[in-house]
């Protein structure tokens, strides 16, 4: 499998070229890389995509959510501005629009204030009138989203191998306002799009998004399009054995506009499911390469992300994320289809004690490969060893 990721990054290398007069685009705030755990990761989460975050990076990632997740995100080093990030996602009680469970909701606000500008006056004979300090902007982006599984294929390799293979799809819809200099104001819609396919048997996900697909934000006359992105990844998780878990990904990530093509790697490390390394690289990106962070969870409810990331000429980046997690749903349950209407839905079977759940919705970790029981095979995906 690890062969199978390295084959795909210099791929998508080799394809790479500089772009010839690349556009620009409008609410940069959109390129902002959002979750700590994410970006500790080297932002390869597209295919790793199992909690709040994925709405920027894979919105069918919400379908991976066994419990509900409030996350709060805090970033610093971009000069004198000021970011934070509200997130919410969680399972949704009903089997989805196509009846093959894991529907869920999710839901974020986004907002940035871009510091203070001095503006001075004069007097016609070139003398200071006044001076006084306003605010140069910001930016607010609001949005929802929805996923589900579309989908479960039993693939029967022969010999005894046989795996499940799930499809996830997500959509999100976004509302982005952005002002400047307390004087001009722009506001458009958007929309975001992701598709995931995961063997838990085999430890292997891959996932597709277009993001940031819209208008453009118009402040006077011209407009400026929004960072159109198109983001494709793959990932792989080894357990090394019951308290040892490690997850390598890798992403392509184009910018449409921009004519820029940029390749991301990543690995993750988690011991007994409460402490978690993690490092990345971004490659064929100005100002920023390595990125490393850790992990901490306090009993599968309370957890923090941090994440630092280098860049060559801005100021380094750290971003911290606090996360609380409630109300988990059992993957059985999540799992379920729908059933016809003269039946009787069956009722949830709620976790109570989170401790003894997965702390964060990732696969399992593949097993020795074993022949499950006809009627595992539709049990889906469970809460991904995190």
């Given at each position: 499998m690890n062969s199978a990721l390295l084959a795909a990054v210099l791929l998508c290398a080799g394809a790479a070229r500089a772009a010839q007069n690349p556009g620009s685009t409008g609410a940069p705030i959109l390129q902002l890389p959002l979750g700590s755990r994410a970006l500790g990761m080297g932002t390869a989460f597209t295919a790793v995509a199992s909690d709040v975050s994925a709405l920027f990076y894979n919105p069918a990632g919400l379908s991976r959510l066994n419990a509900h997740e409030a996350a709060f995100t805090y970033i610093s080093g971009l000069a004198d501005n000021a970011v934070q990030h509200l997130a919410y996602g969680g399972p949704l009680p009903f089997t989805g629009l196509t009846?093959?469970?894991?529907?869920?909701?999710?839901?974020?606000?986004?907002?940035?204030?871009?510091?203070?500008?001095?503006?001075?006056?004069?007097?016609?004979?070139?003398?200071?009138?006044?001076?006084?300090?306003?605010?140069?902007?910001?930016?607010?982006?609001?949005?929802?989203?929805?996923?589900?599984?579309?989908?479960?294929t039993p693939l029967d390799l022969g010999e005894g191998k046989t795996y499940g293979v799930n499809h996830f799809l997500g959509v999100s819809g976004k509302y982005v306002r952005s002002t400047l200099v307390q004087t001009y104001t722009a506001q458009t819609f958007a929309a975001d799009f992701g598709y995931l396919v995961n063997s838990p048997e085999a430890g292997v996900t891959f996932g597709l998004a277009a993001l940031n697909v819209?208008?453009?934000?118009?402040?006077?006359?011209?407009?400026?399009?929004?960072?159109?992105?198109?983001?494709?990844?793959?990932?792989?998780?080894?357990?090394?054995?019951?308290?040892?878990?490690?997850?390598?990904a890798a992403d392509s990530e184009y910018l449409v506009n921009e004519?820029?093509?940029?390749?991301?790697s990543g690995m993750e490390y988690f011991w007994q499911r409460t402490y978690g390394l993690r490092v990345g690289y971004q490659f064929l990106q100005d100002n920023s390469g390595l990125t490393m962070g850790f992990g901490l969870r306090w009993h599968g409810r309370l957890m923090l992300d941090y994440a630092w990331a280098m860049s060559r000429n801005l100021n380094d980046s750290h971003r911290f994320t606090l996360t609380y997690r409630f109300g988990g749903v059992a993957p059985s349950v999540r799992a379920r289809n729908r059933q016809p209407f003269i039946e009787r839905a069956p009722e949830h079977e709620p976790i109570e004690n989170l401790d003894e759940q997965t702390p964060q919705t990732y696969e399992p970790a593949p097993r020795p490969r074993a022949t499950p029981r006809p009627e595992q095979r539709t049990q889906g995906v469970p809460g991904w060893i995190y």
């Open positions: 009846g093959s469970g894991y529907s869920s909701l999710g839901a974020s606000v986004l907002m940035s204030q871009n510091g203070t500008i001095e503006v001075n006056r004069t007097n016609a004979d070139g003398s200071l009138a006044s001076s006084e300090n306003i605010s140069a902007g910001g930016d607010f982006v609001g949005t929802l989203g929805y996923a589900e599984r579309v989908g479960m819209g208008g453009k934000l118009r402040y006077v006359e011209a407009g400026d399009p929004l960072p159109t992105t198109l983001r494709a990844g793959a990932a792989y998780q080894q357990g090394i054995s019951s308290e040892h878990a490690m997850t390598f004519q820029q093509l940029r390749i991301n």
